[in-house]
């Protein structure tokens, strides 16, 4: 048989095969530190718990609307007006399986064959897969730590061509968890007045920010800003969800939601309708204290990690101000990440994703989503490793 030559536009996953890699080894007794994953180490709040065995007992365990029951869809409006006072209605919001399935169907039924994606640099893995095999085609605007790897609104202007569908954003970011401050996103915003160009505002780790941060949501700029926005989100990241598989859109454009409905609906139906139930929860600002005890300790990890790596020779990390990522620079070691990563593993048994997983050679990712004496260990073998190597040629 053979395979519908539409996949071979899809490369695998570098993140997703790292971390399996990672535990096959370690079920095999190997001592392997893992730090590829973006997934909390804390466990989902109680009172989310709690709502999804309610919710069970109650028999709530039937097919619901495609796009997500009404109380729920009414808890993101609620959400999206406390925190950033945008104002939608029902015929505003869908509920997808996590926020990869919400940007699938974006991408899927956005894109006509040759339209143009701008996607910064470096980037989530999933976003040029996704415009790749919905037949667009990804355009990359470069950044680097020299920028804290933000793109300006210059470097847009000079992006943008006749073919140019949509722009997306990701703040705070992964991998190099860079934040956009308002004066930022109002630059940016200026130079898409008077296209057709729609944003893409991806924004699951806007609860996790570091420094007093201010997060801006990407609608909130101006009317403009607010209705070429597609504001993507959910609740994976900041409230520990990952497998509970919630991710939304919100956008004033009803035809895309209407279209993202039909589409939905001949692929996956409702999501789950117990998590549907439990995420009020978190979507009401049942859990907040949960989250920013979590968030605290985020920074206290990554306070620790920007430290101990920029006093490592030949090592250097911007501070990040958001999510839970840390994008090392190992230029003046190697800029095969792909080989870095890989003698990582091998020889120290520590689990990281090559930079060129992201467009970015000459870097890692390292996940502190995990205990901080893990953290520790894994960067004193990293020093280890990289004291090693220095004078080995891993540029062949």
């Not at 990869?100 to 893995?125: A, M, T």
């Not at 505002?201 to 909130?220: G, H, L, N, P, R």
Request: with cysteine.
């Amino acid at each position: 048989m053979k395979i519908a030559q539409r996949m071979e536009k899809l490369s695998p996953s570098v993140t997703m095969a790292i971390t399996a890699l990672g535990r096959e080894l370690k079920a095999q007794g190997k001592d392997i530190l893992s730090f590829s994953a973006g997934e909390p180490d804390f466990d989902t709040p109680d009172v989310i718990k709690d709502a999804a065995v309610k919710a069970i007992k109650a028999g709530f365990t039937k097919y619901t609307s495609v796009e997500g029951i009404t109380e729920t869809k009414q808890a993101i409006i609620n959400k999206l007006k406390r925190d950033h006072g945008l104002e939608y209605n029902l015929d505003n919001i869908v509920i997808s399986n996590g926020a990869k399935h919400s940007l699938f169907n974006l991408f899927q039924l956005l894109i006509n064959e040759g339209d143009e994606v701008i996607i910064p640099s470096p980037y989530w893995v999933t976003y040029p897969e996704q415009v790749k095999y919905s037949d667009g085609v990804p355009v990359f605007i470069e950044t680097d730590d020299s920028t804290n790897f933000k793109i300006t609104a210059e470097q847009l202007k000079n992006a943008i061509t006749p073919k140019t569908k949509i722009l997306v954003l990701n703040s705070p970011s992964n991998p190099a968890g860079s934040v956009y401050s308002k004066k930022e996103l109002t630059e940016i915003s200026k130079v898409l007045e008077g296209t057709d160009i729609l944003v893409l505002s991806d924004e699951m780790y806007e609860k996790i920010i570091f420094d007093k941060e201010v997060f801006t949501a990407t609608a909130q700029i101006s009317k403009d800003m607010y209705n070429r926005t597609v504001t993507i989100n959910g609740l994976s990241k900041a409230v520990a969800m990952t497998g509970w598989r919630f991710g939304y859109i919100a956008t004033p454009k009803v035809d895309i939601v209407k279209a993202m409905i039909k589409l939905q609906g001949q692929v996956t139906s409702n999501i789950n309708s117990i998590t549907q139930v439990a995420s009020i929860s978190a979507l009401e600002g049942e859990a907040d204290k949960e989250i920013e005890a979590m968030r605290k300790e985020f920074e206290k990890r990554r306070n620790f990690a920007v430290k101990a790596f920029n006093d490592i020779d030949g090592i250097t990390c911007v501070s990040p101000k958001g999510a839970f990522y840390l994008f090392v620079n190992i230029k003046e070691i190697t800029e095969n990440s792909i080989k870095f990563c890989e003698q990582l593993l091998a020889e120290e048994g520590v689990a990281v994703v090559p930079g060129l997983a992201f467009g970015k050679e000459g870097y890692f990712r390292l996940s502190f989503a995990t205990d901080l004496e893990s953290i520790k260990k894994g960067i004193e073998r990293i020093e280890r490793f990289t004291d090693r190597i220095k004078n080995v040629d891993y540029n062949e």
